[in-house]
């Protein structure tokens, strides 16, 4: 069934915009929905109509605003299966990834909704005798949240319920590629009684609408996550007007596989990083460090499960592993596949595109070896299902080898030393480190985000949100002198 996809600007769908389709990546001629993308000139209303909505939704108590989240993810909540399941059509992944997904998303929105009984400042001793000293936190305006197709439904839930808890009003614009999540959401919100312009969704081109969204000024604040090269040439438009910016950007995340580990812990978990969604989580595991003594009974494991693993059609409840989201994502992956074969590397498992599942875009989980830590399939991020092997003569040197990159997002440990973990986590320049678990794969209620060039600003969820979408007020309350 084919559904009619628009913007939702000031309380109301618009109608109207350049047409585009939205597809199945497993059935690329079967269109999900049909989609009106807004141009500039819709956006800038988007912000004017946030802009307009803000001083009331900031006037509002927080816990009132936090009745209206709750009551958005008690009604996603009834509808997660089905929502999960158009996640899938438009994204790719597992029915199974799609669902729990969506109730990630419901998760996220209760908590931030619990978020809004919390206290909200601090009050301080003064020098001055009487004086009532407090620092409160208040909201910081209009925010465009600016979101990838790869987690459709719980990273604009991370983004924008915090900035609604805290008293913002929200811009959005989701990824072309998952438009039906993105309106889904929406509609939770709004049919919860979010009032008209305090959520605003901008379904469009990241180049036709992006810069509004990023330069308008009534715009406090970007939240932004994709890639480097889009992050940070927004970061700059963005910073020279004087905007508050957080980023979250890509990965090349390593996993540490010492000659201690339990391999067949190890090599499952390895291969939920690099292999689940297909590959394409920031968090995923793309280099996978492993101490000479174990790399042959480990490598023999995660070869099984490359093998093993059923890939195909997303929506089969036994698929582990769906196709690339996109035509384009397969292209990428596909000419990384062609470098690792130039740079000398070896395919012990997958290495191509599953041409005998017909159009989807699929590619085989891949395990490549013999590759240097300079080649390009190393150093650079492939968003694919595809590991690259590299050993190390010993723990010194897998350190070395893991913190060998420009990124620092999240990062895997696999050891039955206490002394080595410990190491580890005070070693390894990642913003999320995990022992004897999968790189990928977060809880929100702790802060998110990455070292180095994978982001900036400050982290995500959990309580660290507040950082980005509040500022403080500090408050000198002082008293008339009493007259006789
Ligand atoms: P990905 O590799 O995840 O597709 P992108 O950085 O291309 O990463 O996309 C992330 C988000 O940024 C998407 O919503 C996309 O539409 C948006 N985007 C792309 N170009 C721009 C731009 N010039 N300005 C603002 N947003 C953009």
């Not at 597809?23 to 929905?33: D, H």
């Not at 209303?45 to 605003?65: I, K, T």
């Not at 958005?72 to 059509?89: E, I, K, N, P, Y």
């Not at 998952?178 to 901008?202: R, S």
């Amino acid at each position: 069934m084919t559904v009619e996809l628009r913007s939702y600007v000031g309380g109301k769908w618009q109608v109207g915009g350049r047409a585009a389709q939205d597809r199945n990546p497993a059935r690329p001629s079967e269109v999900v929905g049909d989609v009106q993308h807004a141009d500039a000139r819709l956006a800038a209303q988007a912000v004017d109509a946030a802009a307009a909505a803000f001083p009331a939704w900031r006037s509002l108590p927080a816990p009132a605003r936090g009745d209206i989240l709750r009551k958005a993810a008690d009604l996603l909540d009834q509808r997660a299966a089905d929502v999960g399941r158009d996640l899938t059509r438009e994204e790719g992944k597992t029915l199974a990834e799609g669902i729990g997904e969506t109730r990630r998303a419901v998760q996220i929105l209760r908590y931030f909704a619990g978020q809004t009984l919390e206290p909200d400042g601090q009050t301080y001793p003064s020098h001055t005798p009487g004086l009532f000293l407090y620092a409160r936190r208040e909201p910081i305006g209009v925010v465009s949240a600016i979101t990838p197709w790869n987690f459709p439904i719980a990273i604009p839930a991370w983004k924008i319920a915090p900035a609604l808890a805290y008293g913002n009003a929200v811009v959005w614009k989701p990824a072309e590629l998952v438009p039906l999540t993105a309106v889904h959401l929406l509609q939770a919100l709004v049919d919860a009684g979010l009032p008209a312009g305090v959520l605003n969704l901008v379904l469009g081109r990241g180049s036709e609408v992006g810069d509004v969204l990023v330069t308008h000024a009534a715009v406090h604040a970007i939240t932004f996550t994709g890639s480097n090269s889009v992050g940070r040439a927004l970061q700059q438009k963005a910073t020279e007007k004087g905007k508050k910016v957080q980023l979250e950007l890509g990965g090349k995340n390593p996993a540490v596989v010492l000659a201690d580990a339990d391999l067949d812990q190890a090599a499952e978990q390895v291969a939920r990083g690099a292999f689940l969604s297909a590959g394409q989580k920031c968090t995923a595991t793309s280099r996978v460090i492993v101490e000479a003594p174990v790399l042959r009974g480990f490598q023999e494991r995660l070869v099984a499960l490359a093998e093993g693993w059923k890939l195909g059609d997303p929506l089969e409840s036994d698929t582990r592993v769906g196709p690339l989201v996109s035509a384009d994502q397969l292209k990428t992956v596909t000419d990384y596949l062609d470098i690792a074969v130039h740079e000398g590397g070896h395919m012990l498992a997958g290495g191509s595109r599953a041409a005998e599942l017909g159009e989807g875009f699929y590619i085989k989980p891949t395990v490549i070896a013999n590759v240097g830590p300079d080649s390009r399939v190393v150093r650079e991020e492939i968003f694919g299902p595809v590991a690259a092997l590299l050993p190390a003569a010993s723990y010194d040197e897998a350190i070395q080898l893991a913190n060998d990159t420009l990124y620092g997002l999240s990062a895997s440990v696999f050891t039955n030393d206490l002394t080595r973990a410990f190491r580890f986590a005070d070693e390894i320049h990642a913003g999320v480190v995990k022992v004897n678990q999968e790189s990928a794969g977060i809880e929100f209620q702790v802060p998110f985000g990455g070292m180095q060039e994978s982001s900036s600003g400050s982290r995500e969820q959990g309580k660290a949100a507040r950082e980005f979408f509040t500022q403080w007020k500090t408050v000198y309350m002082d008293r008339v002198p009493a007259r006789a």
